[in-house]
């Protein structure tokens, strides 16, 4: 067998470098953490980075950090170069964001790479030019200290991975979200985007991390913010958590770090949310961004290609530390009720007293409990439902359905006269010809709107309500971008919302009559339409058909609101002229027929 051929051999460099590219930069944005992360290391206060048609023709980050010398600038690009640690035990107290000496070999064999850098001090910059292969063309240049790398045609000589590049607006967000994480990180370092020559912003330093997120997010977080600090042997922690006014129906705004990289651990996010407690009872997700510092030695970051995901010696302890500062900090801020107040929070039910059931089966029948079968639940009762209603009178039919808590009963009609009721604030019941239609107030309200607002957008003929207070909103970048993609659309349905220079939009009106009206004061329902539309959009919601929806939802009367029998009779007036009344645009019914006869059987009549 010694002369057969071997089918086992070694790959060339090369070869090792592309594969190992598949792992270390999947997409642009990947590039984009890679470089920077050396130019943090490097310790640059200043970072620029600038990307064009979402990372795909070009990723350059230029800094001011300490640089690199000649033969430095050169070996960077081998594999395993690196300046970070020399030994095993380096690993044990790493304390920068890169140790492999991994990232610009495998950038470098995927792309063509040009890099200018020059230490503090030296007259000449060292000129680096790659095309996928070593060694590079190196040259001597000008240039200023600190280093540039600027990487052209990603995935140039790996043709399948550039066809799953996705487009160019979907990299962009990607590289955005990663330069937030550093921006949120590292508040003492100057930060600098631009895509497509465009200045997406430009971050001075910041004093603290809560003027930092104030840049990145909004004015609206400035009170809003509680910090956070605690030590034990095992972890630091320290940040910031938000209040309730920072929930929003959409995750994204949560950050957490570990020794200063930002990581995805589902374990410990889930120890900062379990922190809010009942205040999350009903979903949502507060902003935060919280700083776990724990010993090098006792957590390996290098069990993922990205280091996006870790393994602690202590996970246990750590979750349980974490979850109690943040729960000590919001109750400091009095977020959080004190645990033994909160049984007293919770209002007693106040049924009427029923009836004593008899306790053994052979007395009397008990009283139905089991639910309605289904077949009578949902019946499409038809447009011939035959409300057993006095004519509307034209001023009904179009009064504009509204919440009236405050408002009495001065209508000329009495509940009687009407025969529509009101049960639990919640349910609209009357009598049809065939027997009973109980209507959810929400879902009716919210069919009706969703298809005055599909009317709408092809109407072109908004009524825009002026605010006696034009509202301004902050937003962060990836916020605004997301609205400007619909806002045409909210502008059809009566909202003005103007530029107000960068980042910031100016809600002049809103749509006449509804709710938005009373509700605008922090523009917190504006960032409540993103995250519906942000929802809708991964759901491959057609646009209009997303706004709609989100529209009607939140214009809605709630269940809960209390309505008067003028309103109801609109609401149903309304729902009969509507396209498909039975369903709301979620698929909910809108409502439930009981036919007569059902009720006759319930009761023994036949
Ligand atoms: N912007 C920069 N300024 C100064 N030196 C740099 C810069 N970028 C890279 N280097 C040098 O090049 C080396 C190789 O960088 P590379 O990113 O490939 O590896 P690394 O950062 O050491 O480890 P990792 O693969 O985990 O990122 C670094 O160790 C550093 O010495
Ligand atoms: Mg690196």
Same mark, same amino acid.
């Given at each position: 067998?010694?002369?057969?051929?071997?089918?086992?051999?070694?790959?060339?460099?090369?070869?090792?470098?592309?594969?190992? =590219?598949?792992?270390?930069?999947?997409?642009?944005?990947?590039?984009?953490?890679?470089?920077?992360?050396?130019?943090?290391?490097?310790?640059?206060?200043?970072?620029?980075? !600038?990307?064009?048609?979402?990372?795909?023709?070009? +990723?350059?980050?230029?800094?001011?950090?300490?640089? @690199?010398?000649? =033969?430095?600038? +050169?070996?960077?690009?081998?594999?395993?170069?690196?300046?970070?640690?020399?030994?095993?035990?380096?690993?044990?107290?790493?304390?920068?964001?890169?140790?492999?000496?991994?990232?610009?070999?495998?950038?470098?064999?995927?792309?063509?790479?040009?890099?200018?850098?020059?230490? /503090?001090?030296?007259?000449?910059?060292?000129?680096?030019?790659?095309?996928?292969?070593?060694?590079?063309?190196?040259? !001597?240049?000008?240039?200023?200290?600190?280093?540039?790398?600027?990487?052209?045609?990603?995935?140039? &000589? *790996?043709?399948?991975?550039?066809?799953?590049?996705?487009?160019?607006?979907?990299?962009?967000?990607?590289?955005?979200?990663? +330069?937030?994480?550093?921006?949120?990180?590292?508040?003492?370092?100057?930060?600098?985007?631009?895509?497509?020559?465009?200045?997406?912003?430009?971050?001075?330093?910041?004093?603290?991390?809560?003027?930092?997120?104030?840049?990145?997010?909004?004015?609206?977080?400035?009170?809003?913010?509680?910090?956070?600090?605690?030590?034990?042997? =095992?972890?630091?922690?320290?940040?910031?958590?938000?209040?309730?006014?920072?929930?929003?129906?959409?995750?994204?705004?949560?950050?957490?770090?570990?020794?200063?990289?930002?990581?995805?651990?589902?374990?410990?996010?889930?120890?900062?949310?379990?922190?809010?407690?009942?205040?999350?009872?009903?979903?949502?997700?507060?902003?935060?961004?919280?700083?776990?510092?724990?010993?090098?030695?006792?957590?390996?970051?290098?069990?993922?290609?990205?280091?996006?995901?870790?393994?602690?010696?202590?996970?246990?302890?750590?979750?349980?530390?974490?979850? &109690?500062?943040?729960?000590?900090?919001?109750?400091?801020?009095?977020?959080?009720?004190?645990?033994?107040?909160?049984?007293? /929070?919770?209002?007693? @039910?106040?049924?009427?007293?029923?009836?004593? +059931?008899?306790?053994?089966? &052979?007395?009397?029948?008990?009283?139905?409990?089991?639910?309605?079968?289904?077949?009578?639940?949902?019946?499409?009762?038809?447009?011939?439902?035959?409300?057993?209603?006095?004519?509307?009178?034209?001023?009904?039919?179009?009064?504009?359905?509204?919440? *009236?808590?405050?408002?009495?009963?001065?209508?000329?009609?009495?509940?009687?006269? $009407?025969?529509?009721?009101?049960?639990?604030?919640?349910?609209? $019941?009357?009598?049809?010809?065939?027997?009973?239609?109980?209507?959810?107030?929400?879902?009716?309200?919210?069919?009706?709107?969703?298809?005055?607002?599909?009317?709408?957008?092809? %109407?072109?003929?908004?009524?825009?309500?002026?605010?006696?207070?034009?509202?301004?909103?902050?937003?962060?970048?990836?916020?605004?971008?997301?609205?400007?993609?619909?806002?045409?659309?909210?502008?059809?349905?009566?909202?003005?919302?103007?530029?107000?220079? %960068?980042?910031?939009?100016?809600?002049?009106?809103?749509?006449?009559?509804?709710?938005? /009206?009373? &509700?605008?004061?922090?523009?917190?329902?504006?960032?409540?339409?993103?995250?519906?539309?942000?929802?809708?959009?991964?759901?491959?919601?057609?646009?209009?058909?997303?706004?709609?929806?989100?529209?009607? #939802?939140?214009?809605?009367?709630?269940?809960?609101?209390?309505?008067?029998?003028?309103?109801?009779?609109?609401?149903?007036?309304?729902?009969?002229?509507? %396209?498909?009344?039975?369903? #709301?645009?979620?698929?909910?019914?809108?409502?439930?027929? !009981?036919?007569?006869?059902?009720?006759?059987?319930?009761?023994?009549?036949?």
């Amino acid at each position: 067998m010694n002369n057969a051929i071997s089918k086992i051999h070694i790959l060339p460099d090369e070869l090792i470098n592309k594969i190992a =590219a598949g792992e270390v930069v999947e997409r642009p944005a990947a590039v984009v953490k890679e470089l920077v992360e050396n130019s943090i290391d490097a310790g640059a206060t200043e970072i620029t980075v !600038i990307v064009k048609e979402g990372g795909r023709a070009l +990723i350059q980050v230029v800094d001011n950090g300490s640089g @690199m010398n000649r =033969a430095e600038a +050169i070996l960077a690009f081998q594999r395993h170069a690196t300046s970070k640690i020399a030994a095993a035990e380096d690993l044990e107290t790493i304390r920068t964001l890169g140790f492999r000496g991994e990232a610009l070999a495998s950038i470098a064999s995927v792309s063509r790479v040009e890099m200018r850098t020059m230490e /503090a001090g030296a007259t000449e910059a060292t000129w680096i030019k790659m095309e996928g292969t070593m060694p590079p063309e190196v040259s !001597i240049g000008s240039g200023t200290p600190g280093t540039s790398l600027a990487i052209k045609n990603l995935f140039f &000589n *790996t043709p399948g991975r550039r066809k799953f590049l996705k487009a160019a607006a979907t990299e962009y967000r990607q590289i955005l979200a990663v +330069i937030y994480r550093f921006a949120i990180a590292f508040p003492q370092v100057q930060f600098t985007f631009v895509h497509e020559d465009e200045i997406i912003f430009d971050m001075p330093v910041a004093a603290s991390l809560t003027e930092r997120v104030v840049m990145l997010f909004g004015s609206r977080l400035r009170e809003a913010l509680i910090e956070i600090h605690d030590k034990s042997p =095992a972890v630091e922690i320290s940040g910031v958590v938000g209040k309730q006014s920072t929930i929003r129906q959409a995750r994204g705004e949560q950050y957490l770090f570990l020794n200063q990289r930002f990581i995805m651990d589902k374990s410990l996010n889930h120890a900062v949310i379990a922190a809010y407690g009942e205040i999350l009872a009903h979903g949502g997700f507060p902003f935060y961004a919280v700083f776990l510092q724990v010993d090098p030695a006792r957590v390996d970051v290098n069990v993922h290609p990205t280091k996006m995901e870790v393994k602690f010696a202590d996970d246990r302890l750590i979750y349980a530390i974490l979850r &109690n500062a943040v729960k000590r900090a919001l109750s400091s801020a009095a977020v959080v009720p004190i645990e033994t107040t909160l049984g007293h /929070a919770i209002p007693e @039910m106040n049924w009427p007293l029923a009836p004593e +059931i008899p306790s053994t089966e &052979n007395d009397a029948p008990s009283l139905p409990s089991t639910p309605a079968p289904a077949d009578f639940r949902v019946q499409h009762p038809g447009r011939q439902l035959g409300f057993n209603l006095t004519a509307p009178q034209p001023a009904l039919a179009s009064a504009a359905i509204s919440s *009236t808590t405050q408002v009495a009963e001065t209508s000329d009609f009495g509940q009687n006269d $009407l025969k529509i009721w009101q049960i639990h604030n919640r349910y609209i $019941l009357s009598p049809t010809k065939a027997g009973l239609v109980i209507i959810d107030q929400h879902v009716a309200h919210e069919r009706i709107l969703y298809e005055q607002a599909l009317e709408m957008f092809e %109407k072109l003929n908004p009524a825009p309500q002026q605010l006696l207070f034009p509202i301004l909103v902050e937003l962060s970048v990836e916020d605004f971008e997301m609205l400007t993609e619909f806002l045409p659309f909210l502008e059809r349905l009566g909202f003005i919302i103007k530029y107000f220079g %960068k980042q910031t939009m100016m809600i002049e009106a809103v749509p006449s009559g509804s709710r938005y /009206a009373n &509700n605008m004061q922090d523009g917190k329902i504006l960032l409540e339409i993103i995250d519906d539309f942000r929802r809708g959009k991964r759901e491959k919601l057609e646009i209009r058909d997303n706004v709609a929806r989100s529209y009607a #939802c939140h214009t809605a009367v709630r269940s809960g609101d209390r309505l008067t029998p003028v309103t109801m009779q609109a609401l149903i007036n309304q729902l009969f002229t509507a %396209k498909s009344p039975y369903f #709301c645009p979620h698929g909910r019914p809108v409502m439930i027929q !009981i036919p007569l006869e059902e009720l006759d059987k319930r009761f023994g009549r036949i």
